[in-house]
């Protein structure tokens, strides 16, 4: 047996400059014998108060992240994640598909892994949930489309709480109580689960404690992301202590 690190698994993480939370909390989600490489898709940390600057973040996203991707290809990853949602859900399925195609290209035969499709597949394997209160990093200004990409897919939004971050730097910025108050804003008895996006957002050990109390699946973004690298890559052991995603499927 070859006794590389990565002897399962090496996993690509692109993760935009001003992201502090995405890869730390990946790191904690490794399973025995995978890795991850970081890879820098260089932004600058414009606001996201107003229309103008929240285009340029997406603008120098979708610039930017196709290089990040090409810096990733030649280190045998399996799989690679693009650790941002703003351009997989802010124009529609077509756009989206679109982004993944140019994703794929660039990722020279690594499978891509991106947030909107890692949600839905996680929604999928939890029994086809169809009614979710929805979390964003955003103002009032970016949870419309995110809501939107969702409904778009069936999934019917019965709340929706932005934590009003105000550039991508800032997003990072939540207390335990941000995030309470933020599961508690859009938890209802008609919700089936709760789903957080935004990659900047450190929610994942949160997520799974908030499960204990709300009786019900609490996802967040790098959590699913990563589950989906693993799962689409033939890592299917239950990770115990990581929650019902990935305790069960």
Request: charged fraction near 20%; hydrophobic fraction near 45%.
């Amino acid at each position: 047996m070859s006794n590389f690190l990565g002897q399962r698994l090496r996993i690509g993480v692109a993760i935009p400059s001003t992201n502090t939370s995405a890869q730390p909390e990946m790191e904690d989600m490794r399973a025995f014998g995978v890795t991850n490489h970081i890879g820098r898709i260089i932004i600058d940390d414009d606001s996201l108060t107003h229309a103008d600057g929240s285009n340029r973040v997406i603008e120098n996203i979708r610039s930017a992240t196709p290089d990040a991707l090409r810096s990733l290809r030649h280190c045998g990853a399996g799989a690679i994640i693009a650790a941002v949602s703003p351009d997989g859900y802010w124009e529609g399925h077509a756009a989206h598909e679109a982004l993944h195609g140019r994703l794929a290209e660039a990722a020279g035969g690594a499978k891509v892994i991106l947030s909107a499709d890692a949600i839905l597949a996680a929604l999928k394997a939890l029994g086809g949930i169809r009614r979710i209160g929805l979390i964003s990093p955003y103002l009032e200004l970016g949870d419309e489309p995110v809501s939107r990409f969702f409904t778009d897919s069936g999934i019917e939004v019965a709340a929706t709480h932005g934590l009003g971050g105000r550039t991508p730097s800032n997003i990072s910025d939540v207390t335990p109580a941000d995030l309470r108050d933020a599961v508690l804003a859009v938890d209802s008895p008609q919700v089936e689960a709760i789903v957080q996006v935004g990659t900047n957002v450190p929610m994942a050990a949160f997520a799974q404690a908030a499960e204990a109390w709300t009786g019900k699946p609490v996802l967040s973004n790098n959590a699913v992301l990563y589950w989906h690298a693993l799962r689409s890559c033939g890592v299917t052991d239950p990770i115990p202590g990581r929650g019902v995603l990935y305790e069960n499927h």
